[in-house]
């Protein structure tokens, strides 16, 4: 997978643009996400139904992987089953 490439849920309405990507599975609701978005949904899992938010950015711990919303969904963003955290926004340096 390469940066650019957009990503949609097989559990809900939710789509990425990969900005950064390592080499494990980029998930939503605890089903791998595709290019294509299947023709039967499958529910998403419990413990990945927290959602995510459009023009947010998502990144793991160690920097690895960074998504950005296009499309919100009902489904929460992991890797290999860790959850994805929104990027924090770069303080602007202080005006004295």
């Known amino acids: 997978m390469k940066p650019g490439t957009r990503l949609k849920s097989a559990v809900c309405d939710t ?3 990969v900005i950064r990507c390592g080499d494990g ?3 939503c609701g605890g089903v791998t996400m595709g290019e294509t978005k299947p023709e039967v949904a499958e529910n998403p899992s419990a413990d ?3 959602g995510s938010l459009m023009g947010k950015r998502y990144v793991d711990a160690a920097g690895a992987y960074e998504l950005l919303c296009v499309k919100p969904g009902k489904g929460s963003l992991s890797v290999d089953g860790v959850a994805l955290v929104t ?3 770069k303080p602007l340096p202080a005006s004295d």
Request: glycine share 0%; hydrophobic share 50%; aromatic share 0%.
């Open 25 to 27: 599975a980029i998930q």
């Open 87 to 89: 990027k924090d926004a």
């Open 48 to 50: 990945h139904a927290n």
């Open 15 to 17: 789509e990425v643009m």
